[in-house]
């Protein structure tokens, strides 16, 4: 019943907000963007990956060192499960494939997952209240500021507080991943500013100049769409939730929602694409190697 309400509410956000969009005009948008505009949003995007496969590497380099090439691997694998199955069931497959790459228990593979999903968290919280436009310029600072100041903090520090009989610390304590490295924090923050930096800049571009879209508006928009990863109720890959989220924060009139879900569903298509495809690419070159040996040995 919840993978079928997730289908629900995405496909009926989706249809709702396409019934104002011309998907004609959509298509002439995508062929007139400039070629280069594609080309680096997809150099960008897999930046992003490759951020979070040295953050894999880091996460269980306790445990077992693996290649740059399979922690990619195993990142594109598991964000195309999260993609294309409703609820974010798709996060089930991070246990099952860090088993098969690092050899780790169930325990500390849910452990892990769990962590690497509060430091997501925490980091977009972050980046959104510096980076938004209507926050004041001495309150981003500050922020900044004290955010740099906890990650510098001794690690015995940490240790002291987590080891406390508090309700909360002991709470807290089951999920958290106590191997991992502090680097992973910057990693997280690399690939959480690449891909706002692609959707900005995409949301930015093609919006027509009717629809009035400033570079602060898209940057609204872009954090917003992020943001809705977090409703607990949506479809599959966010389609229709992501959208929504994008013209609520973005600022544009409700007169213009078709025009501007027109522009972030072509944006959104086009990172799903690029994940996607990466994803496919990436599984048939990690196959081609072992295929050339085994028919060598026959």
């Not at 500390?108 to 310029?137: E, F, K, N, T, Y």
């Not at 891909?195 to 027509?208: D, F, G, M, R, S």
């Amino acid at each position: 019943m919840r993978v079928l309400l997730g289908w629900a509410v995405g496909a009926g956000l989706l249809v709702l907000m396409l019934r104002a969009v011309d998907t004609r005009a959509l298509w002439a948008m995508a062929v007139q963007a400039p070629p280069w505009l594609w080309l680096a949003g997809a150099a960008l995007w897999w930046g992003s990956f490759v951020c979070r496969a040295a953050r894999m590497r880091q996460e269980w380099r306790w445990l077992r060192p693996v290649s740059l090439w399979t922690a990619l691997r195993l990142v594109l694998l598991h964000n195309a499960a999260v993609l294309l199955l409703p609820m974010r069931a798709g996060e089930l497959g991070y246990p099952l494939l860090v088993r098969q790459v690092f050899g780790a228990g169930w325990r500390d593979a849910v452990r892990s997952l769990m962590w690497l999903r509060i430091q997501d968290a925490v980091v977009l919280g972050l980046l959104a209240v510096v980076l938004w436009p209507q926050v004041p310029l001495l309150l981003r600072v500050a922020v900044a500021l004290a955010a740099l100041a906890v990650w510098l903090l001794p690690q015995r520090f940490w240790r002291w507080l987590l080891t406390r009989r508090h309700p909360l610390m002991r709470r807290l304590r089951p999920w958290l991943h106590h191997r991992s490295g502090s680097g992973g924090w910057w990693w997280s923050a690399g690939n959480w500013l690449l891909k706002l930096a692609v959707v900005t800049v995409l949301l930015h571009q093609l919006a027509p100049p009717d629809l009035g879209l400033a570079l602060a508006g898209a940057l609204r928009g872009a954090l917003g769409g992020e943001l809705a990863a977090l409703i607990p109720v949506q479809g599959p890959a966010g389609l229709g939730t992501y959208e929504a989220a994008v013209w609520a924060l973005s600022g544009v009139a409700a007169a213009q929602v078709g025009a501007l879900a027109g522009v972030a569903l072509l944006v959104h298509s086009f990172c799903l694409s690029v994940s996607l495809c990466f994803a496919a690419l990436w599984g048939l070159l990690a196959r081609w190697p072992a295929q050339a040996v085994a028919q060598s040995r026959t």
